[in-house]
């Protein structure tokens, strides 16, 4: 499967903590992307990642891509009750001739919950 | 406002009565996609469509049907559902290329009695 692997499956933390949630998969790519889904909602994009890059920021987030490990982190910083929600990591796949006609692969999530 | 807009957002049916789900996206994406998301499967592709008129198959296709004849809309059909089929479905669209994110709907959320 192609399937990213998110690790780990729940995470509990306290405001103000940082949360670092991980990827793992199996494929080369091109490119990775990381969401968010809060309960009940459709997912929303949060940020993407290129293979030819190592990390990248926005806001209170951080992505980091180990293509060696075929692997990638997310590191909230600062952590409020409103990101209390489920992360998800997703591939965009090459099997070495460029992107599968742009599917995306999906983990199964992280929830992360922050208690005020 | 840009958005991914799916009707209905619940539904409870029975085994073989014939439903279909709209999806329509005001972003003019050429790509769309349907996804299902099961407890603990994670989000899975139904079927997309790269632009009008051209649509394939997903990983769980099996029981569905798509057709793209607008750019802006997508509709996912189950001709005879059955209770496997239970399940809460997306539609997402997104630009072409390489590196654009997907904006998804808010889901639709099936019951198949």
Excluded at chain 1, 60 to 75: E, W
Excluded at chain 1, 76 to 98: E, K, L, P, V
Excluded at chain 2, 68 to 80: A, G, M, Q, V, Y
Excluded at chain 2, 105 to 113: E, F, K, V
């Amino acid at each position: 499967s192609q399937q990213g692997e998110e690790d780990p499956q729940a995470l509990s933390i306290q405001e103000g903590e940082n949360a670092t949630m991980n990827c793992s998969y199996k494929t080369s790519i091109n490119n990775l992307q990381w969401y968010r889904q809060n309960s009940g909602r459709g997912l929303v994009h949060l940020i993407l990642i290129r293979s030819n890059e190592r990390e990248k920021h926005s806001g209170r987030l951080r992505v980091t891509l180990d293509t060696s490990k075929k692997s990638s982190s997310l590191l909230i910083t600062a952590s409020r009750a409103a990101d209390t929600a489920s992360y998800f990591c997703a591939t965009d796949a090459s099997f070495g001739r460029g992107s599968t006609l742009g599917r995306l692969y999906f983990g199964r999530g992280t929830q992360l919950t922050v208690w005020p | 406002e840009a958005q991914v807009t799916q009707n209905p957002r619940y539904l409870i049916t029975v085994t073989g009565k014939k439903l279909t789900v709209t999806c329509s996206q005001n972003m003019n994406h050429e790509y769309m996609s349907w996804y299902r998301q099961d407890p603990g499967l994670g989000l899975r592709q139904i079927y997309y469509s790269m632009n009008v008129e051209v649509t394939d198959k997903g990983d769980v296709p099996e029981g569905y049907k798509v057709s793209r004849k607008e750019k802006r809309n997508f509709p996912l059909i189950l001709e005879s559902p059955s209770p496997n089929q239970t399940s809460l479905y997306f539609c997402a669209s997104r630009y072409s290329g390489e590196g654009q994110p997907q904006h998804f709907g808010d889901g639709t959320r099936l019951s198949i009695l």
